[in-house]
């Protein structure tokens, strides 16, 4: 059974920090999606990330994606409020096969 | 610029009713999903379809039909309405030529049984 696993599911963060967002899956992939959903809002695209060892970055966010380890991290760096909202991996197969999502709040 | 549209964005249903979520994107895509996204969860795939006429099985059909008669359209079905359906419903689209870099998102329709 294919499983997409990110952790933490929650997370506060104060602003200025950085931190690192986890996602973890169980079959062979070469392309990882990164999403940012707000409250009661639709998914936006962050990142693709289309081959091992591949880095993408915008303004304070950064992915990686190593796909021997199964493995893409999303990093924070000195976070914002603006950045306060829930965040999905997604594993490509036709679709995404989408992670549960790690709700991100940045507090002053 | 309207990219994937739905219709409608709240819906209250009965138990046993029946409706048809609507879906339309104007850039040409030929692949287009139907997802749905219980309260705290990623989203799951319902129905795709890569282009007219040719549909298939997501990860949760059970409940649900669709059809792909054009490029733009990918309404979704829900036959006899149960609670367990209740839930975020989102369609989406993207390209089959080159990598599926992006997959669009429509705003979401709302669906409560009762």
């Known amino acids: 059974e294919l499983k997409v696993e990110q952790n933490p599911l929650f997370l506060s963060m104060q602003e200025g920090k950085n931190y690192t967002i986890y996602c973890n899956y169980s079959?062979?992939?070469?392309?990882l999606y990164w999403y940012r959903q707000d409250p009661g809002k639709s998914l936006e695209s962050l990142f693709v990330?289309?081959?091992?060892?591949a880095v993408k970055q915008e303004g304070r966010l950064m992915a990686s994606l190593d796909t021997k380890a199964r493995l893409s991290t999303l990093h924070i760096t000195a976070a914002v409020h603006d950045l306060s909202a829930t965040y999905f991996c997604?594993?490509?197969?036709?679709?995404?096969?989408f992670g549960t999502g790690t709700s991100l709040t940045v507090i002053p | 610029n309207a990219g994937v549209t739905q219709t409608p964005k709240f819906r209250i249903l009965k138990i046993g009713q029946s409706m048809t979520l609507q879906c339309t994107q104007d850039?040409?895509?030929?692949?287009m999903y139907w997802y749905r996204q219980d309260p705290g969860m990623g989203l799951k795939l319902i129905y795709y379809?890569?282009?007219?006429?040719?549909?298939d099985k997501g990860e949760v059909p059970n409940g649900y039909n669709v059809s792909r008669s054009t490029t733009e359209d990918f309404p979704l079905r829900l036959e006899l309405a149960a609670p367990s359906q209740t839930s975020v419903y989102f369609c989406?689209?993207?390209?089959?030529?080159?990598?599926?870099?992006?997959?669009?998102f429509g705003e979401g329709s709302w669906l409560t049984v009762v």
């Open positions: 989406a689209s993207s390209s089959l030529t080159g990598p599926r870099n992006t997959i669009y």
């Open positions: 079959t062979t992939s070469d392309r």
């Open positions: 990330l289309l081959s091992n060892g």
């Open positions: 997604a594993v490509d197969m036709v679709g995404g096969f």
């Open positions: 850039m040409n895509h030929n692949y």
């Open positions: 379809s890569v282009g007219a006429g040719i549909t």
